[in-house]
């Protein structure tokens, strides 16, 4: 029988330590990490994991920010053959319950700052059977990840069979739906996934990439960290993407790459900083996660002018990476979201699954070995998301004769507010607790800052100012979540069948400033 030699996360790491052991991997902090230091931290984090009585294919879960040890977690899982589970950090109460215990984790890993917010729910977690801290933390519990880590005496042997088509993680991707939906992603997918990053986005050992965007969302992790360190570049990662820092440490570290949504690139492009630090080591400007407007693409381009920018488009449930316009592509099709990466087969299809005409609207559906493998727990939403072999994206494009797909809206109502999917109907179903609404939609609005900023029209039952509704949202969703603006109306507009036309709200309040806004 010939033998088998399964490509792994975690020997992607192994190998670049073995080419490039002496070089740094990753500047986090006070901390540096070369990849032979990297490599024996991930077998030291793995082999407590194991000896804390976790088995192959438990799931833990990391609630965090940026971090060493985030990454060390995710990598120490990846080794020792169990599922990480990342957690938005913006979460709290009964949403990080669903989240941790939806998946029913054994074991979840915080940052001491956001203990509080587990403690709150620990009752409601009865499969946690280990809490520990990701670091600085006081030795209790199941321990800390970056203790482990850096420990002294000989790096472990670990002994865990782990194959190509074993889950490595659950990514949370909100739909339509209130309960956000866990896909299922095997090492396999997300191998693959690397490979098709590193050719379309022109990835390079050489480069000197900063990662600043939250690692809980695949974009920063799947796109651009773990793909770099399969190359064995040195890599930066700061806690959060602040534009006075970013810029500074782009001229400080010698930055040649950097990653961001819209609303980060108009932050920093209107940074005073922006026109006096010398940016001249930047040659690669990657820019995804929600739509980036023309006009500040261009400002960006005229103002950085050797530097190549690519959009990277796509969704958690394919690693993320879908499609990619290349620099030399931006001349001709600004708006575009570019042609599909290496290991992504697409079509544009109608209702009922037939191919469009070129130009004509449809579905963008994908086929490829980057898909997750369904969704935890979730066997309808599944069947629904994966027909005759191929998976709807919910994304509705059109395709030109080139193959250049532009994105004109989502199928479902899902708002990306910074970059980050929103489900309408989650938002409208914390506003109809409040006793003064009848009624409620929630729209996306164009914003300057967010893109796109969620916005509630309600009719109300009784007399209640916006401004409680707004109070009202804060108790019961995440800031992120809460309406930036609230407008009051008599009554909303439906069809004959009696669905909501919330196109017609959209076209009605983008743009106007009379609603009370937070």
Not at 12 to 28: E, K, N, Q, T
Not at 459 to 477: F, N, Q, T, W, Y
């Amino acid at each position: 029988m010939t033998p088998s030699f399964p490509s792994t996360i975690s020997d992607l790491v192994r190998r670049s330590a073995a080419r490039v052991p002496d070089r740094v991997a990753l500047h986090a902090g006070p901390r540096s990490w070369t990849y032979r230091a990297l490599d024996e931290a991930v077998s030291r984090v793995a082999a407590r994991l194991l000896g804390l009585g976790l088995v192959k294919g438990d799931r833990v879960a990391g609630y965090g920010r940026n971090s060493d040890a985030y990454v060390l977690l995710f990598l120490g899982c990846a080794r020792a053959g169990l599922v990480h589970v990342p957690v938005n950090y913006n979460v709290a109460g009964e949403e990080l319950r669903y989240l941790v215990g939806q998946p029913e984790c054994a074991a979840v890993f915080v940052d001491p700052s956001l203990s509080g917010q587990v403690d709150a729910i620990a009752d409601g977690l009865p499969a946690v059977r280990h809490r520990g801290t990701l670091r600085d933390g006081d030795g209790g519990g199941a321990g800390d990840v970056l203790a482990w880590a850096t420990a002294e005496g000989p790096v472990p042997a670990v002994v865990a069979d782990v194959r190509d088509a074993d889950l490595a993680q659950l990514l949370f991707t909100s739909g339509t739906t209130s309960a956000p939906k866990g896909a299922m992603m095997t090492h396999r997918a997300l191998v693959h996934e690397y490979v098709s990053c590193i050719v379309a986005l022109d990835l390079d050992e050489r480069d000197v990439p900063v990662h600043a965007l939250p690692l809980y969302h695949s974009a920063q992790m799947h796109v651009f960290l773990v793909p770099y360190l399969a190359l064995g570049a040195t890599a930066h990662l700061v806690e959060a993407p602040d534009p006075a820092d970013l810029l500074e440490r782009v001229e400080r570290d010698g930055i040649t790459s950097l990653f961001a949504p819209p609303t980060v690139w108009i932050a920093l492009g209107e940074h005073p900083d922006f026109r006096t630090r010398d940016l001249g080591t930047l040659t690669k400007a990657y820019y995804g996660a929600s739509i980036m407007p023309v006009p500040v693409l261009q400002r960006l381009r005229e103002a950085l002018p050797g530097v190549g920018f690519y959009n990277a488009f796509g969704q958690s449930e394919i690693g993320p990476l879908a499609t990619v316009l290349r620099p030399e592509e931006h001349d001709a099709r600004p708006d575009a979201a570019g042609r599909p990466v290496l290991f992504v087969e697409l079509r544009v299809v109608d209702e009922e699954g037939r191919d469009v005409a070129d130009g004509e609207l449809g579905e963008c559906i994908y086929r490829s070995p980057q898909l997750c493998t369904g969704y935890w727990g979730k066997p309808e939403a599944t069947a629904e998301a994966f027909r005759d072999g191929w998976f709807r994206s919910g994304d509705l494009v059109r395709r030109d004769a080139e193959g250049y797909v532009f994105v004109v809206d989502r199928v479902k109502d899902v708002i990306n507010t910074g970059g980050v999917l929103v489900a309408s109907r989650e938002v409208e179903e914390a506003l109809y607790t409040h006793p003064a609404v009848a009624e409620v939609a929630v729209i996306a609005t164009p914003h300057e800052r967010w893109i796109e900023a969620i916005t509630a029209v309600v009719v109300l039952r009784e007399g209640a100012a916006p401004d409680a509704l707004i109070a009202h949202a804060k108790e019961h969703l995440a800031p992120f979540k809460v309406p930036k603006a609230v407008h009051v109306v008599d009554v909303l507009p439906k069809n004959p069948s009696g669905k909501l036309l919330k196109r017609e709200l959209r076209e009605r309040f983008s743009g106007d400033g009379s609603a009370v806004a937070r």
